[in-house]
T-cell receptor, first 111, second 114 residues
């Protein structure tokens, strides 16, 4: 059975802190891994990773995929209150080739 | 370009009633899907479609029907609502980025079944 585990489930930090969010997965027919940010409404796309060791960066956010150890991390540096959200990890694969979502990490950034 | 549009945003039903959640996209995406999101459970796939006339079941299809008569529309039907179907429902369509399906979500529909 395909499995995606995100940790921690929730995290409270202060502005300016650096955070690391973890995602481990066991997914058949793995093709790629996507990260989404969900504030109060719909998830929005952040990153897509397909190859190990490739670090994707977008401003203060970066992400790495390790296809050998089956995990990905999402780093956020110099956190701001606007980073408060649930971050979802979603490997693409499984028997049907769809996105399989983890339960998410709820990040709260306090001023 | 409206993206993915879902209606209604909120709905309250009584047990046993039926209803349809509407989903439309104007991006000419072939792939569309429906997810439900429950506290502590993450997003779970209900049904999906890879093109007009083609649908398939996801992880939690029981109690739901879908059809895809056009590329733009992908309605989700609840046949006989049950309290266990109280949830937030998201419709999504996807484009391909380097071979991966990147989902674009609608704003969600919050359904309460009494």
């Amino acid at each position: 059975e395909d499995k995606v585990v995100q940790s921690p489930l929730s995290l409270v930090v202060h502005e300016g802190d650096t955070v690391t969010l973890n995602c481990s997965y066991e997914v058949t027919n793995f093709r790629s891994l996507l990260w989404y940010k969900q504030e109060k409404k719909a998830p929005t796309f952040l990153f897509m990773l397909t190859s190990s060791g490739i670090e994707k960066k977008s401003g203060r956010l970066s992400s790495i995929l390790d296809k050998k150890e089956l995990f990905s991390i999402l780093n956020i540096t110099a956190t701001q209150t606007g980073d408060s959200a649930v971050y979802l990890c979603a490997p693409e694969g499984g028997s049907q080739g769809n996105l399989i979502f983890g339960k998410g990490t709820k990040l709260s950034v306090k001023p | 370009n409206a993206g993915v549009t879902q209606t209604p945003k909120f709905q309250v039903l009584k047990t046993g009633q039926s209803m349809t959640l509407q989903c439309a996209q104007d991006m000419n995406h072939e792939y569309m899907s429906w997810y439900r999101q429950d506290p502590g459970m993450g997003l779970r796939l209900i049904h999906y479609s890879v093109g007009a006339g083609i649908t398939d079941q996801g992880e939690v299809p029981n109690g739901y029907n879908v059809s895809r008569s056009t590329t733009e529309d992908f309605p989700l039907r609840l046949l006989s609502a049950a309290p266990s179907q109280t949830s937030v429902y998201f419709c999504a369509s996807s484009y391909s980025l380097s071979g991966a399906n990147v989902l674009t979500f609608g704003a969600g529909s919050r359904l309460t079944v009494l």
